[in-house]
């Protein structure tokens, strides 16, 4: 199985990262694990110009579609996001915006193969899941515009620092069992 875990923030080296490692070592065994970060690519802003809705591909030009090869390449992506403001990062944000010319909204879009299964794991640094639970329903209403089927997630809550990821550890394991195990 091919697997894609993105850091959907833009710090390469802090707690979302952590947790990429973490998941990428909890599901490498017999499996092709790649990880990325959003922050080692160039994503310009959507300009909401529509040419897209006529010509299913974007006129700008940066990194978008190498992410989207990566996307092409994987039968599960695993998108890890913390929360900035109740959301997610800018430039996660960004990269979903500019993915419109392969939205399902609009005749013609460009595809990616179906068939794939995407999973979300959410962090922020206080106390209440909501924050949580509206950064996945953020991800898997991205997910659902590209075909990929959302097929679980995990909010993690009191995370701030990379060093608060060792007391979820066990959560984050058992996520990986169950989506490494699943059919879905």
């Not at 697997?3 to 802090?14: A, D």
């Not at 800018?90 to 990269?95: D, L, R, S, T």
């Not at 990379?162 to 550890?169: H, I, N």
């Not at 996520?175 to 195990?181: A, G, Q, S, V």
């Amino acid at each position: 199985m091919k697997i894609l875990v993105i850091n959907c923030s833009p710090v390469r080296n802090g707690a979302t990262a952590e947790i990429v490692s973490l998941v990428s070592s909890n599901v490498n065994s017999g499996n092709e694990v790649r990880t990325i970060c959003i922050d080692d690519y160039d994503i310009k802003f959507c300009k909401g110009c529509r040419k897209c809705h006529i010509t299913a591909k974007c006129f700008r030009e940066d990194d978008v579609n190498k992410i989207i090869a990566e996307f092409e390449w994987a039968d599960k992506i695993v998108a890890v996001s913390p929360s900035y403001w109740a959301d997610i990062p800018g430039q996660f944000k960004a990269f979903i915006d500019r993915c419109t010319p392969w939205c399902n909204t609009h005749e013609p879009h460009a595809t990616i193969p179906r068939g794939k299964k995407g999973y979300v794991i959410a962090l922020r640094t206080g106390s209440s899941k909501r924050e949580c639970d509206k950064i996945i329903a953020s991800i898997e209403h991205f997910y659902g515009h590209l075909e990929i089927e959302a097929c679980g997630s995990l909010g993690l809550c009191s995370v701030e620092y990379k060093e608060d990821v060792a007391s979820k550890t066990n959560e984050i394991t058992e996520f990986c069992r169950r989506f490494i195990n699943s059919q879905t």
